[in-house]
């Protein structure tokens, strides 16, 4: 890649923090900016967060350093929140927060309508991976958008160049196996949505590998969702060459130790590179990453899909520097290979290879060769550890166990000496203009440097001749350069003094004084943004009943069986779901061969280079399109091809009317409720919701994982990418066993991503008349790998129900007789 022409003031360093001491370890060692969440509204939910109150200190404390704050307001928001989130907003402008972080789009437009110029960036939660879904944003004056972690250099390479608007990228720190904003496992499992903060991490946990129904051998490999953590540390340089100006660091739950060693690392690269230095982090820079916090260090997918590096797959939890592996037990120590610095005091632990066992470990006591005891730190070769008496039953440790560095007490006293000090943490040069004459008050303009704020002072006494000892320039140094205490220092004084004068000492103090509380003082206001009041509700409509004679009953099918199914039966829509666009033209004829109107879904992401996946789908001359990214929303409201009516799915994460509007004023016709969204929630939304043009999903499969990492070229294959795995998933069927025994399949789209979906069905029958009393006019039924016979049937129970001639209830009962695993509510029934 080419130099880039970008400067080091251009480039931000953004660091987490989820409590004071963190903030202020972001700020002391070199955060351009911090983001951070309060108690209500982030994707942090378990987090300490901050309190709303303390907005204003938060930004006098990070202005004060010209570091600038951005909270996080990236969840969705229901609609009983609305008034709540407003006061939060307001709270924001208030206090000058530099921007929020926002997830949904509703939120967005409420924003918008408060304030036209606070601003917004859009979350990794939004799922934006394309210049699409950037120009999408661009609409409501949002200036920044976070990329999704799943696009590589080339990509956001593109993407810059095609949407001019600046990126921010996750550089290091825990990844989500699935898209964020995409994943619905937590809310299926427990009602516990990943995009309301409250993730409950289950792809941390372990699933046997299910092959055409046979369990597939995997030896200790049992964690195949839980990826390894970012560090993009050395590609710091090709990361700003594609166009990155923002450098996000993931961790709000993590220590403040943890904030002050990326943020260093971070700090040391981006420097390095404006320097015109080749940066190549050591072997200790490394280790003391690990140290902090590593599942084991992976790019990602910044360099490109490799499904290979992505997943270790033998434990999904924290486990810091790899030491080395027992060599033997003796009668009071472990004898280790090492390959890494130990020393005592270290915390360790002993990797017997499953973790879901407790595991031995503690604090070295003693180092030893051959019994003699070492002082200080040791490195590589075979030494004796010995561990405190009740720490280690060293009957269960083993040889061959890896032995892991958990803890390094030196360190973590190293990190918090940079922040947990009384003195200013950095300072910033004040330039200083004196100028006067004898019986005129002596002026003197100081500029901050860094923020170009001026002020002006004078002596209270007017200016003398000097007898002896004139002002100069070291007298002046002296006495206007003690600014000890605030986070200003002296840059170049110049003068202008009209012959040799001079005024009492006292007099410079006080201009001094005055002139730093001044400065001091600019540095901490606020920046002003327009604020208007508004009534959240005003675009609000009310609802109209709808009888369920009228209502019209889509099938989305996800074979031609279940199409050519579906068409025999009275069903108003047919949705085509494939995993490969090119049986959508089968798809299409099979449809109107019954005589049905058929929409064609989009993938669920969108990627550079994949606008023709949407172009096919319009080639192929369907009645609708089903839009499941903003990327492809904006692509198809563009081109607004004829006769196409134009469909917004759940992955759009609609929770609230304000974002039922938004999408209905840019052009479609229709939109799905989210999914994050249980019976009362749905209710509120549709009673503030124009629901002659909301879709309900009433019976599916969860989709509950939508994720990059193909399992079927991780584990079927011995590729690494689509280029070259041999396409595993044409030939065989993956799913995933659960702890209880639950078989999830997982299914492979055209951009060969992976879709975990729900062993069990799910059903809403039981709601039905009372979102058919709320006007909802359009109920869909997701059928995935059900025979003919049994959509069919489905598709009965449901018509009958819309009709009256049996309910809601006797709908579920049937379901639950004739299914084997039986039907869930999932996370329509409040938790």
């Known amino acids: 890649m080419a130099q880039t022409q970008l400067r080091r003031e251009d480039i931000e360093l953004l660091a987490p923090a989820g409590n004071w001491e963190a903030m202020r370890a972001a700020v002391a060692n070199g955060a351009n900016a911090v983001f951070f969440g309060v108690e209500k509204f982030n994707a942090r939910a378990r987090a300490n967060n901050f309190l709303m109150e303390e907005l204003p200190d938060i930004m006098k404390f990070l202005h004060l350093y010209g570091v600038k704050g951005f909270l996080t307001f990236n969840i969705l928001v229901f609609e009983n929140e609305l008034e709540d989130a407003k006061e939060l907003v307001e709270a924001c402008i208030d206090a000058g927060v530099d921007a929020i972080i926002v997830q949904d789009l509703g939120l967005v437009k409420m924003v918008r309508e408060i304030s036209p110029d606070f601003p917004i960036h859009g979350s990794t939660q939004m799922t934006i991976t394309s210049a699409e879904a950037v120009e999408f944003t661009k609409q409501y004056g949002m200036e920044r958008v976070v990329l999704g972690r799943e696009n590589n250099l080339k990509q956001i390479q593109k993407i810059h160049e095609q949407a001019q608007l600046p990126l921010e990228v996750f550089v290091h720190g825990a990844l989500c196996v699935s898209y964020s904003g995409q994943c619905l496992t937590s809310e299926m499992w427990g009602g516990r949505s990943a995009n309301r903060g409250e993730c409950a991490q289950a792809c941390r946990l372990p699933y046997d590998m299910m092959v055409d129904g046979e369990h597939k051998e995997m030896g200790n490999i049992a964690y195949v969702l839980s990826p390894k953590d970012l560090a993009a540390l050395e590609i710091?340089?090709?990361?700003?060459?594609?166009?990155?100006?923002?450098?996000?660091?993931?961790?709000?739950?993590?220590?403040?130790?943890?904030?002050?060693?990326?943020?260093?690392?971070?700090?040391?690269?981006?420097?390095?590179?404006?320097?015109?230095?080749?940066?190549?982090?050591?072997?200790?820079?490394?280790?003391?990453?690990?140290?902090?916090?590593?599942?084991?260090?992976?790019?990602?997918?910044?360099?490109?899909?490799?499904?290979?590096?992505?997943?270790?797959?033998?434990?999904?939890?924290?486990?810091g520097v790899l030491l080395g592996t027992v060599q033997k037990i003796l009668r009071d120590?472990?004898?280790?290979?090492?390959?890494?610095?130990?020393?005592?005091?270290?915390?360790?632990?002993?990797?017997?290879?499953?973790?879901?066992?407790?595991?031995?470990?503690?604090?070295?006591?003693?180092?030893?060769?051959?019994?003699?005891?070492?002082?200080?730190?040791?490195?590589?070769?075979?030494y004796e550890i010995v561990m405190g008496r009740n720490d280690v039953d060293l009957r269960r440790v083993n040889v061959g166990d890896k032995v892991w560095r958990t803890s390094d007490p030196e360190l973590e006293r190293r990190l918090r000496k940079t922040y947990d000090t009384e003195k200013p943490y950095h300072t910033f040069p004040v330039d200083v203009h004196v100028f006067g004459s004898v019986g005129q008050p002596l002026v003197a303009t100081f500029k901050d440097?860094?923020?170009?704020?001026?002020?002006?002072?004078?002596?209270?006494?007017?200016?003398?001749?000097?007898?002896?000892?004139?002002?100069?320039?070291?007298?002046?140094?002296?006495?206007?350069?003690?600014?000890?205490?605030?986070?200003?220092?002296?840059?170049?004084?110049?003068?202008?003094?009209?012959?040799?004068?001079?005024?009492?000492?006292?007099?410079?103090?006080?201009?001094?004084?005055?002139?730093?509380?001044?400065?001091?003082?600019?540095?901490?206001?606020?920046?002003?943004?327009?604020?208007?009041?508004?009534?959240?509700?005003?675009?609000?409509?009310?609802?109209?009943?709808?009888?369920?004679?009228?209502?019209?009953?889509?099938a989305l099918c996800r074979s031609l069986e279940q199409i050519e199914a579906a068409g025999q039966t009275d069903v108003d829509y047919i949705y085509a779901d494939f995993e490969f666009v090119k049986d959508y033209p089968?798809?299409?004829?099979?449809?109107?061969?019954?005589?049905?109107?058929?929409?064609?879904?989009?993938?669920?992401?969108?990627?550079?280079?994949?606008?023709?996946?949407?172009?096919?789908?319009?080639?192929?001359?369907?009645?609708?399109?089903?839009?499941?990214?903003?990327?492809?929303?904006?692509?198809?409201?563009?081109?607004?091809?004829?006769?196409?009516?134009?469909?917004?799915?759940f992955s759009l994460n609609l929770a609230n009317h304000k974002a039922v509007n938004l999408f209905l004023e840019r052009g479609l016709s229709r939109v799905t409720a989210s999914y994050d969204l249980n019976t009362e929630q749905m209710v509120d939304l549709l009673s503030q919701s124009d629901t002659s043009n909301v879709e309900v999903v009433i019976h599916q499969h969860m989709p509950m994982f939508h994720t990059e990492h193909c399992v079927y070229c991780t584990f079927l294959s011995e590729g690494t990418d689509y280029t070259n795995c041999g396409r595993p998933c044409e030939d065989q069927r993956v799913s995933l066993k659960d702890r209880v025994g639950m078989e999830h399949p997982v299914r492979v789209d055209t951009g060969c991503r992976n879709t975990v979906y729900n062993a069990i069905d799910q059903s809403g029958a039981e709601f039905l008349s009372e979102f058919l009393s709320y006007g909802v006019q359009s109920f869909r039924l997701e059928f995935l790998e059900e025979e003919g016979g049994r959509v069919q049937e489905v598709i009965k129970l449901y018509r009958q129900a819309l009709r009256g001639e049996i309910t809601g209830t006797q709908v579920w009962k049937n379901l639950n007789a004739t299914n084997q695993l039986g039907v869930t509510r999932g996370q329509l029934v409040k938790k």
Request: aromatic share 6%; charged share 30%.
């Open 586 to 649: 089968k798809a299409v004829e099979t449809a109107r061969k019954h005589g049905k109107k058929i929409a064609l879904a989009t993938p669920r992401i969108l990627m550079p280079g994949e606008i023709g996946i949407l172009r096919q789908i319009i080639k192929h001359q369907p009645d609708g399109v089903l839009l499941r990214n903003t990327g492809a929303v904006q692509y198809f409201v563009q081109e607004r091809p004829e006769g196409i009516e134009l469909i917004g799915d």
């Open 236 to 319: 710091v340089p090709e990361l700003i060459e594609a166009g990155v100006t923002s450098f996000k660091i993931e961790g709000r739950m993590k220590s403040a130790e943890y904030v002050a060693n990326v943020v260093s690392k971070y700090r040391k690269a981006i420097d390095a590179y404006f320097a015109g230095e080749k940066y190549d982090p050591s072997i200790i820079d490394i280790q003391e990453l690990e140290q902090s916090f590593s599942r084991g260090f992976t790019p990602g997918f910044l360099l490109g899909t490799n499904n290979k590096t992505l997943v270790d797959g033998t434990f999904p939890k924290k486990r």
């Open 333 to 382: 120590a472990v004898l280790v290979e090492l390959n890494a610095p130990l020393k005592r005091g270290d915390g360790i632990v002993f990797d017997a290879g499953d973790p879901t066992q407790d595991e031995e470990g503690g604090r070295v006591y003693d180092l030893r060769v051959k019994g003699n005891k070492i002082e200080g730190s040791v490195d590589q070769g075979t």
């Open 449 to 554: 440097v860094r923020t170009g704020h001026e002020v002006t002072v004078h002596s209270e006494k007017p200016a003398e001749a000097a007898l002896k000892r004139p002002l100069d320039q070291t007298v002046l140094s002296e006495q206007l350069g003690r600014l000890g205490g605030t986070v200003l220092h002296l840059g170049e004084l110049t003068m202008d003094l009209e012959g040799d004068v001079i005024v009492p000492m006292s007099e410079l103090n006080k201009m001094r004084r005055e002139a730093a509380d001044r400065l001091m003082d600019l540095r901490e206001q606020p920046p002003q943004y327009t604020k208007r009041e508004i009534d959240v509700y005003e675009d609000a409509h009310v609802p109209e009943p709808v009888d369920g004679n009228d209502a019209r009953l889509i």
